[in-house]
């Protein structure tokens, strides 16, 4: 019942916004938006705190059921995307962008999360891919409609750009699948991890793997099918790059340990090291991307790219240890790309523009907390001990530089140097930032000054910057929920 409340909740009232709720007043639309999200995060935490799972039969004749629940990876998963749910549906109080009805807009917020959660709590594959694509229509909405009204043409451009990429990765993704289930004989994930791809021959293994992981790493983004990433959130009104940061790329990494990693861990062994250069060459071309990036929304959206390198090095190198670092940067890329899209959103509103070729006022002078919060998210993004970005990226090095027996030594070594100065890189466009926008290098004293974080911009921020901090401190919160399934992923390997 919890489950299945957890899944309705937000998907109904979602589409009830989107379809009869269009005449609301925006203040009423804003309440029964921030009133879901907030039964939905109590939900979640109901469901991962009990263990709640829905089991029943649903397409007997093609062997589908009805299945969703949680585990140690997909828990964390469920947590944020509740969490965040919040964050966004508060942040309407900030910010409803232009383009439509408020309502219309809520109500994809709404959508996108209960897609979302599905996606994370399925144990059936092809449950994952039908929640995989429930995203996809009220995201493109959110950027289509609702993006950057300065620029109608690059909203659209972006939009379009991100419809194709993931629907040329659903695509994929659909074939992998449909092989996987008919060679496999079932769709239920449990069994299919428990058997670990035996009774597959070594050709059905790599092509399974093959679609699966080029399917879903459209979504992470993997370099270079990352070219639609960029687009979308520099046009993405702020709750929409948000929720494309923090949620939706974390489903193509999710989609890539529950799917190549556990059910075809032999295919995907023979990919792995191609995986891996990809991981790697994204730490690197997003960093020298940032260093000379003007727009500072662009920025952080490459900085996304280098991140998710990371995390796909990470489980490229077939150890538990790998496993444990993707899955822990995962979540705190989640919050720090949320904290800086909050905080460069905010300085947009302000300036109507965030170029840092522009001169203005140093945000230490001008906004204090302001200046503050988008140092701590750019010290968290480029690892600093003490914050969540640290231990993701320290233990995928690591990692990467002890592979996994069956994994080519070199290559990995060779990776996790190449990883190592994307994480220099990442010091370097960092600083970049703070001696533009918040040590105001260049500053022009007529330039209009910067209103600092008030009402709810400043509790939503405060609780991102909690996270960011609290997984620096206590990472073994994080990985001590994961520890059990990781286990059972390399046993059954």
Same mark, same amino acid.
């Given at each position: 019942?919890?489950?299945s409340l957890?899944?309705?909740?937000?998907?109904?009232?979602?589409?009830?916004?989107?379809?009869?709720?269009?005449? *609301?007043? #925006? %203040?009423? /639309?804003?309440?029964?938006?921030?009133?879901? @999200?907030?039964?939905?995060? $109590?939900?979640? +935490? !109901?469901?991962?705190a009990?263990?709640?799972?829905?089991?029943?039969?649903?397409?007997?004749?093609?062997?589908?059921?009805?299945?969703?629940?949680?585990?140690?990876?997909?828990?964390?998963?469920?947590?944020?995307?509740?969490?965040?749910?919040?964050?966004?549906?508060?942040?309407?109080?900030?910010?409803?962008?232009?383009?439509?009805?408020?309502?219309?807009?809520?109500?994809? *917020?709404? #959508? %996108?999360? /209960?897609?979302?959660?599905?996606?994370?709590? @399925?144990?059936?594959?092809? $449950?994952?891919? +039908? !929640?995989f694509?429930?995203?996809?229509?009220p995201?493109w909405?959110?950027?289509?409609?609702?993006?950057?009204?300065?620029?109608?043409?690059?909203?659209?451009?972006?939009?379009?750009?991100?419809?194709?990429?993931?629907?040329?990765?659903?695509?994929?993704?659909?074939?992998?699948?449909?092989?996987?289930?008919?060679?496999a004989?079932?769709?239920?994930?449990?069994?299919?991890?428990?058997?670990?791809?035996?009774?597959?021959?070594?050709?059905?293994?790599?092509a399974v793997?093959?679609? $699966?992981?080029?399917?879903?790493?459209v979504?992470?983004?993997?370099?270079?099918l990352?070219?639609?990433?960029?687009?979308?959130?520099?046009?993405?009104?702020?709750?929409?790059?948000?929720?494309?940061?923090?949620?939706?790329?974390?489903?193509?990494?999710?989609?890539?340990?529950?799917?190549?990693?556990?059910?075809?861990?032999?295919?995907?062994?023979?990919?792995?090291?191609?995986?891996?250069?990809?991981?790697?060459?994204?730490?690197?071309?997003?960093?020298?991307?940032?260093?000379?990036?003007?727009?500072l929304?662009?920025?952080?959206?490459?900085?996304?790219?280098?991140?998710?390198?990371?995390?796909?090095l990470?489980l490229a190198?077939?150890?538990?240890?790998?496993?444990?670092?993707?899955?822990?940067?995962?979540?705190?890329?989640?919050?720090?790309?949320?904290?800086?899209?909050?905080v460069?959103?905010?300085?947009?509103?302000?300036w109507?523009?965030?170029d840092?070729?522009?001169?203005?006022?140093?945000?230490?002078?001008?906004?204090?907390?302001?200046?503050?919060?988008?140092?701590?998210?750019?010290?968290?993004?480029?690892?600093?001990?003490?914050?969540?970005?640290f231990?993701g990226?320290?233990l995928?090095?690591?990692?990467?530089?002890?592979?996994?027996?069956?994994?080519?030594?070199?290559?990995?070594?060779?990776?996790?140097?190449?990883?190592?100065?994307?994480?220099?890189?990442?010091?370097?466009?960092?600083?970049?930032?703070?001696?533009l926008?918040w040590?105001?290098?260049?500053?022009?004293?007529?330039?209009?000054?910067?209103?600092?974080?008030?009402?709810v911009?400043r509790?939503?921020i405060?609780?991102?910057?909690?996270?960011?901090?609290?997984?620096?401190?206590?990472?073994?919160?994080?990985?001590?929920?994961?520890?059990?399934?990781?286990?059972r992923?390399?046993?059954?390997?």
């Amino acid at each position: 019942m919890v489950m299945s409340l957890l899944l309705a909740l937000p998907l109904a009232v979602g589409l009830w916004l989107v379809t009869g709720g269009r005449a *609301l007043a #925006v %203040v009423l /639309a804003r309440r029964i938006t921030a009133a879901t @999200a907030g039964a939905t995060l $109590l939900l979640a +935490v !109901a469901t991962v705190a009990f263990g709640a799972a829905v089991d029943r039969a649903w397409l007997p004749e093609l062997g589908v059921r009805w299945s969703f629940g949680v585990d140690g990876i997909s828990s964390p998963l469920v947590l944020l995307t509740a969490g965040i749910g919040v964050l966004v549906a508060l942040h309407a109080w900030v910010e409803v962008p232009p383009g439509g009805s408020p309502a219309t807009f809520l109500g994809c *917020l709404l #959508v %996108v999360e /209960a897609g979302a959660l599905a996606t994370f709590a @399925a144990r059936d594959a092809v $449950l994952f891919l +039908v !929640a995989f694509e429930v995203v996809l229509v009220p995201m493109w909405v959110l950027v289509a409609r609702y993006g950057d009204a300065h620029d109608p043409r690059a909203r659209t451009g972006a939009a379009q750009r991100f419809v194709l990429y993931t629907a040329v990765g659903s695509t994929t993704l659909l074939v992998g699948i449909l092989l996987l289930v008919a060679t496999a004989g079932t769709a239920d994930l449990r069994r299919l991890a428990d058997q670990a791809g035996a009774g597959l021959g070594s050709g059905t293994q790599l092509a399974v793997a093959l679609l $699966l992981v080029l399917g879903l790493a459209v979504k992470v983004p993997v370099f270079p099918l990352h070219t639609w990433l960029p687009p979308a959130h520099t046009t993405a009104p702020t709750a929409g790059s948000v929720l494309l940061a923090a949620v939706l790329l974390k489903m193509g990494t999710y989609g890539l340990v529950r799917l190549p990693v556990s059910v075809v861990p032999d295919g995907f062994a023979r990919l792995a090291p191609a995986l891996a250069v990809a991981g790697a060459v994204g730490i690197v071309w997003g960093g020298l991307v940032c260093l000379v990036e003007r727009d500072l929304k662009r920025l952080v959206a490459y900085s996304s790219v280098a991140h998710m390198g990371f995390v796909v090095l990470a489980l490229a190198s077939g150890s538990d240890t790998g496993l444990q670092a993707a899955l822990y940067a995962n979540i705190a890329h989640g919050v720090i790309s949320a904290l800086l899209f909050v905080v460069v959103g905010g300085l947009k509103q302000r300036w109507g523009s965030v170029d840092l070729a522009v001169r203005r006022p140093a945000l230490r002078e001008t906004s204090p907390r302001l200046g503050f919060v988008l140092l701590l998210g750019l010290a968290a993004s480029l690892g600093l001990p003490g914050l969540a970005g640290f231990w993701g990226e320290l233990l995928a090095v690591y990692s990467a530089w002890t592979p996994a027996g069956d994994r080519p030594r070199v290559v990995f070594v060779a990776c996790a140097v190449v990883a190592a100065v994307g994480a220099a890189l990442a010091a370097a466009y960092a600083l970049r930032v703070a001696g533009l926008v918040w040590a105001g290098d260049r500053p022009d004293p007529e330039a209009p000054r910067t209103p600092d974080t008030t009402g709810v911009e400043r509790w939503v921020i405060a609780v991102l910057a909690a996270a960011v901090v609290a997984l620096g401190i206590l990472p073994m919160l994080l990985l001590s929920t994961t520890a059990d399934a990781v286990a059972r992923i390399g046993g059954a390997r």
